[in-house]
């Protein structure tokens, strides 16, 4: 579609304001140089072209139809494109399936004419698309009403029209050039995730932006991301719709403490895609992406013209995750020079105003100076009241610098707008974004800047082979919680159902001893909330106890009771939860750790991560813990088994795998880790399978 012979656009308006006219204006505009055909047979002509009144009346071949027509008309325009030889069709009309089961069936039936038509589809519900080296301006935004830089290496998919309109318009005013911009509205055919493939494929494309609103298919998502890491683009992704949906209808701890979009974040990053949260971060990435290298650590050098600016660029930039080493002493002596006595050669790097005295030039010098430390990664300049004539002359002083530089050198300007104009533009001629805040550019340092080197453990851990996925997925079927913790390997005491008081008392002798009694129901998914568990019950109080637990079942109502379940108790350890969630929409499945027992919801103190994970990964997860000190030993406490804690979570991160779809919640709570080679017992189990049945626990 970005390089189409010809465009026909059918139902192209002259009246005068329509934005149904402003494609064809656009076309012209911005030299689209093939050919161009307005279709409508209300006129002879439009812009000075003749006017056809169909398609199959066009004298020259047609690549790419624009469907400017009503929505009960788009799918008589798709067959009728396909009928000329047209290859794809943008439908920009409104009144599909957003508007409710009427324009889902007018959506279906456009699908299905592209299908038999042989033609892709765009839209409907879209803005168009547009590609900036050949002209192809094929959109009604009032965005593209304006010269459209086509340097620039970016290039941006959404899937809000309105929204892309914005990141059009704004990137424009920054100077940061698109070479191809796409909006897919309802997907009808194309989605975000082919558009995106196919830009992706273009080569002066380095930075691909992504609005996305709902993944359909996250395989195809995460072949992308590795699409563009394998090619050395960079995919930046701006996320919206993320809501507490899907945790109201989790039925485990863990469940109910992952957002919709966890799996999409941890699958983003383990690919390095960057995902910011709003457009202007979307934007200032894009624009240090595409203008600079970028930065191989996260070291961060400041060079400001205020102390104060440096103090609070500082503050900023640790709370990006950034680092501010010193510099090295070598760095220091070939700055003395430069620098007066009452500035600062550390880091930040104050300059102070004295610096100007020395030229214009100067303050680059500072800044390569900074950039050859061998511990620095990126240079971050803060610049204060610098303005008028002089800020134009830094500016341009620094655009030099920066092409010059193997490493990253952004810019933060703490003055305004009007003062500092002249050198603004310099800035965007060159497609560098000046950031108003010292927070916006440390935000965008950590952004860019790669994510931390994960420590690495001191002991060997253990690495454990995966079980039979039949096997996993037979006991999954059947909810057998007990049997799928003995088939991953993960130990669990001895433990009987019983119906009656006198077996009660039995289960107990037979277990040798004091045991855990625990009510037993299918829908009952956490016992501790209707009185259903007791422990440390001996032989003596069984009967008792058994009776105990059947009252509180029925004043609780508790459905198709299986009967009391009587559990040799576990020793004393740290207690925590770990839990599988299925994969969905073509994401892993997730895997989640945390301090467990009655308490794992109220702290929320868990980590996360996809399916299949390493013993490594499970380590670094363990490690994330808030409450990670009491598994090492806390204030004279033991420390605990963390090798065993690392075994079980990497098994269940394996069984989530072979189980497939099958799985919707797999959760142990409490998992207890011994003293060390004690090993960790899984005490409690929930399982609930993807059809949306009943929890069964143990």
């Keep these: 579609m970005l390089r189409p012979r010809g465009v026909a656009l059918v139902g192209v308006s002259g009246r005068p304001g329509n934005p149904m006219g402003r494609p064809l204006r656009y076309l012209r505009e911005h030299g689209f140089g093939g050919g161009i055909y307005p279709v409508n047979p209300g006129y002879d002509e439009l812009e000075g072209l003749p006017c056809y009144a169909s398609l199959a009346e066009l004298p020259g071949p047609v690549d790419l139809v624009l469907a400017l027509v009503p929505a009960a008309a788009a799918a008589g325009t798709v067959r009728e494109a396909g009928a000329v030889g047209a290859a794809g069709v943008v439908v920009f009309a409104s009144g599909f399936a957003e508007t409710g089961a009427a324009g889902a069936r007018l959506q279906a039936e456009l699908a299905a004419a592209g299908e038999e038509a042989g033609v892709r589809v765009l839209g409907p519900n879209c803005q168009g698309l547009l590609h900036t080296p050949t002209g192809l301006v094929a959109t009604f935004t ?167 600016a440096g103090s609070l660029a500082a503050d900023r930039c640790s709370d990006a995750g950034l680092e501010l080493p010193e510099l090295c002493t070598t760095t220091q002596d070939r700055l003395r020079p430069l620098i007066p006595a009452f500035g600062a050669l550390a880091n930040p790097v104050d300059v102070t105003a004295q610096l100007f005295t020395r030229g214009a030039d100067a303050f680059g010098d500072v800044c390569r100076i ?71 550019l440390a935000r965008a340092a950590g952004l860019v800047a790669p994510p931390r080197a994960p420590a690495v453990p001191a002991v060997a851990l253990p690495r454990p082979t995966a079980p039979a996925p039949d096997r996993i997925r037979e006991l999954l079927d059947a909810s057998d919680g007990p049997a799928l913790l003995d088939a991953m390997g993960i130990a669990r005491p001895a433990s009987v159902v019983v119906r009656t008081r006198q077996e009660a008392t039995d289960a107990v002798v037979g277990l040798g001893g004091p045991a855990a009694m625990k009510l037993q129901a299918a829908a009952l998914a956490h016992k501790s909330e209707v009185g259903g568990v007791r422990l440390d019950v001996d032989a003596a109080r ?14 609780h109502h508790v459905e198709a009771l299986d009967g009391v379940l009587v559990q040799a108790m576990v020793p004393a350890g740290a207690e925590l939860v770990v839990a599988a969630t299925g994969g969905r929409d073509g994401f892993p499945p997730l895997v989640t750790v945390g301090f467990g027992g009655i308490t794992t919801e109220l702290y929320a103190d868990v980590a996360t991560g996809l399916a299949p994970v390493s013993p490594e990964e499970a380590w670094a997860m363990l490690r994330r813990l808030r409450a990670w000190p009491l598994l090492g030993g806390f204030r004279g406490a033991p420390a605990r088994d963390v090798r065993a804690a690392v075994d079980a979570v990497v098994r269940l991160g394996h069984a989530a795998v072979a189980a497939g779809p099958q799985l919707a919640e797999f959760e142990v709570n409490p998992l207890v880790v011994g003293l060390p080679g004690e090993g960790a017992t899984a005490v409690d189990v929930l399982v609930r399978v993807a059809d949306g049945g009943d929890p069964v626990g143990e």
Aim: proline content about 2%; glycine content about 12%.
């Design 142 to 308: 009032a965005a593209a009403d304006r010269q459209l830089r086509a340097a620039g290496g970016v290039a941006y998919v959404g899937q809000s029209g309105a929204v892309g309109g914005s990141i059009l318009d704004l990137s424009a005013e920054m100077g940061l050039g698109l070479t191809a911009w796409a909006s897919t509205g309802n997907q009808a055919d194309l989605d975000l995730v082919e558009v995106a493939s196919a830009l992706l494929d273009e080569p002066d494309v380095r930075v691909l932006l992504l609005y996305v609103e709902s993944v359909g298919d996250g395989a195809a998502y995460l072949r992308l991301a590795a699409r563009a890491r394998e090619a050395g683009k960079h995919l930046v992704v701006l996320r919206s719709g993320r809501s507490g949906a899907g945790r109201r209808a989790a039925v485990s701890h863990t469940g109910s403490m992952l957002g919709d979009d966890t799996a999409f974040v941890l699958a983003s990053a383990r690919h390095g895609v960057v995902l910011v949260d709003d457009v202007d971060e979307l934007l200032a990435v894009a624009a240090t992406l595409s203008s600079m290298p970028r930065p191989e650590g996260r070291r961060v050098a400041v060079v400001t013209t205020s102390g104060g």
């Design 370 to 440: 900074v950039a050859d430390d061998p511990g620095v990664d990126a240079v971050a300049v803060v610049l204060t009241m610098v303005v008028g004539q002089a800020g134009a002359a830094l500016a341009e002083d620094l655009v030099g610098t920066s092409a010059r530089l193997a490493k990253p050198l952004m810019v933060a300007w703490l003055a305004g707008q009007d003062q500092t104009a002249q050198g603004r533009a310099v800035f965007r001629a060159a497609g560098i974004p000046v950031f108003s805040s010292v927070g916006g």
């Design 542 to 555: 069984a009967a008792r106890v058994f009776d105990d637990l059947v009252a509180a079942a029925r004043a």
